[in-house]
């Protein structure tokens, strides 16, 4: 009992006293004298107090989260801008418990989970403790398929890793290279053959411009199933390349409507269907055509007739004197 009456007894480094039936934690000054701790303090000191004296159980989980604030104090408090530290505190963590066991990867169906796996930075000692989150994103935003990743913690042993892909919308042709790219144009990945039903876009720009002219066409139906490639013509136009071998030239502007002007012609007279290497949409008002060798040397047997095309896509006209070898005028 102290001079004040107040009973006291010590349990290590700390003492305890009662008054007015309050029971207040202590810890022994240097000097022999006690202090009152503050309020916010006394619950943990009671705490440790019973654990010294082995009045406390503690479960697994709760020797978990202590270990960790123990651990995390250490690392803040001390080694928080040591390497050497950090090596420390992860070592400290995973004995305790907090190695990672396993990582749950959601939304990758490109991407291997090998893939995920080796991109990440697990550390020596494994821990989920000291795991960088931050730098985990980044060195998946790295990957080629990634669009965005989410990652978090789930103590005391997991990893959740959430993964959205970016989605191909067509094949890139440039020069001899293939790749497969997304709808705004930004390259994924070297070309896959499972993807080989994807529109194939030809040439410099064709990928940033791709989206439009596959819309454009998509609008009109007899093109359908039709289209082999979409060339892009010294980046200002495009050529259709058809499945029969023929070639449709669209203008620089407005190739909508020279797409809708296609349309009309094939339903009336079904010139998709004509013996053409070329049909030329670049002139308004006019249709210029280019025929097949063969086709060329059967009608140049037939000295007194030709087969013209015109916008009114009239046959059988009057023989007239063809503008170079391959191509006609109307």
């Known amino acids: 009992m102290d001079g004040g009456g107040r009973e006291l007894s010590s349990i290590g480094l700390f003492a305890r006293h009662s008054n007015r039936n309050e029971i207040v934690d202590a810890p022994w000054s240097p000097g022999g004298r006690r202090r009152v701790l503050p309020h916010v303090f006394r619950r943990p000191v009671r705490l440790l107090n019973r654990l010294l004296a082995g009045n406390l159980v503690i479960s697994r989980r709760g020797r978990l989260v202590l270990g960790a604030a123990v651990v995390l104090a250490a690392g803040t408090g001390i080694l928080a801008n040591s390497q050497k530290g950090h090596s420390i505190i992860a070592d400290l963590s995973a004995k305790m418990g907090f190695t990672i066991n396993s990582v749950v990867i959601e939304g990758a169906d490109e991407l291997s989970k090998i893939d995920v796996l080796s991109s990440l930075d697990l550390g020596r000692s494994n821990s989920l403790l000291t795991f960088d989150i931050g730098r985990a994103r980044k060195d998946l935003h790295k990957l080629a398929w990634v669009r965005n990743a989410f990652v978090a913690k789930s103590y005391p042993d997991r990893l959740i890793i959430q993964i959205s892909e970016r989605q191909p919308f067509a094949i890139w042709q440039d020069q001899k290279t293939l790749s497969l790219v997304e709808r705004g144009g930004k390259a994924i990945d070297s070309f896959d053959e499972k993807f080989g039903s994807l529109p194939l876009l030809v ?128």
């Open 203 to 330: 040439g410099k720009g064709a990928n940033v411009h791709g989206a439009d002219i596959i819309f454009l066409v998509g609008k009109i139906p007899v093109l359908k199933g039709k289209v082999k490639s979409y060339a892009r013509i010294a980046d200002r136009r495009w050529d259709l390349h058809l499945k029969n071998g023929m070639i449709v030239r669209l203008p620089d502007e407005n190739p909508g409507a020279a797409l809708a002007e296609l349309s009309r012609l094939e339903k009336v007279h079904q010139i998709l269907a004509r013996d053409l290497e070329v049909v030329d949409l670049r002139l308004n008002g006019r249709l210029v055509v280019a025929m097949d060798e063969a086709v060329i040397r059967q009608h140049a047997d037939h000295a007194d007739k030709s087969t013209s095309i015109s916008s009114t896509m009239q046959n059988n006209l009057p023989a007239k004197k063809p503008v170079g070898d391959k191509e006609k005028k109307i």
